[in-house]
């Protein structure tokens, strides 16, 4: 499996405060991928990285920054944390020429 | 926009059955991948089978193969000699290009002794 770590695993936290997750990729792979999982929704994609300082919006990127300064890091920040970005954030990465993405394990973060 | 429906929101199979789970997708595009990810308990993301769209041979990985029918835009995931630890949930992935990434609803699947 690809090395993909996410840090924090948990994380709780209070409304308004900011908020950085991280995933670190030991593969080099050039795509990375966020992603937070709720009930009933699935995974949808929050931001992607492309290349280092190469980002972009996905599905649901209101409230959600990025930034990806090295290719093995890509931060995922909320500035303002609010109750409806209680979730699941799961980090990808993939090679390039369409190979499939590998996960990391998680973080679950409760805003109260 | 593309979308994935996945309509079964939750199956059952006996062990050493075979099941069937149903992904259809909507897309203008021709040239894309699909994906079927495995989540059990556990939380982890695993990737069970992926399929070319440009590819008319079904892939197969072991238990798993995929019937895909691209004109019905159809991609399900049959599961051969169920296994306790088959039992997850199931998502269906489409890739598309310039990063077009729709996941599925999912399907939690149980197997049972």
């Known amino acids: 499996d690809a090395g993909i770590t996410q840090s924090p695993r948990h994380k709780v936290t209070e409304t308004g405060t900011p908020v950085t997750l991280r995933c670190h990729q030991t593969?080099?792979?050039?795509?990375m991928y966020w992603y937070r999982q709720d009930p009933g929704h699935g995974l949808r994609l929050i931001h992607y990285?492309?290349?280092?300082?190469?980002?972009d919006k996905g599905e649901v990127s209101d409230g959600y920054s990025v930034s990806r300064s090295k290719t093995e890091d890509f931060l995922l920040t909320l500035e303002s944390a609010t109750s409806s970005q209680t979730s699941v954030y799961f980090c990808?990465?993939?090679?390039?020429?369409?190979?499939?993405?590998?996960f990391g394990d998680g973080t679950r973060l409760s805003i109260l | 926009a593309q979308t994935v429906t996945q309509s079964q929101p939750e199956m059952s199979v006996q062990e050493a059955e075979t099941v069937t789970l149903s992904c259809t997708y909507d897309?203008?595009?021709?040239?894309?991948?699909l994906f079927w990810y495995k989540q059990p308990p556990s939380r982890q993301m695993i990737l069970v089978i992926r399929?070319?769209?440009?590819?008319?041979q079904n892939a197969t990985e072991n238990r798993f193969s995929v019937n895909f029918q691209k004109a019905a835009k159809s991609f399900s995931l049959k599961i051969s000699d169920s296994q306790l630890g088959d039992t997850a949930m199931y998502f269906c992935?489409?890739?598309?290009?310039?990063?077009?990434?729709?996941f599925g609803k999912g399907t939690k699947l149980t197997v049972n002794p």
């Open positions: 593969e080099n792979h050039r795509y």
């Open positions: 897309t203008s595009e021709n040239n894309y991948y």
């Open positions: 399929q070319e769209a440009y590819k008319q």
């Open positions: 990808a990465s993939r090679d390039r020429g369409h190979q499939p993405q590998h």
């Open positions: 990285s492309y290349g280092v300082k190469d980002t």
């Open positions: 992935l489409f890739q598309g290009g310039s990063e077009k990434l729709v």
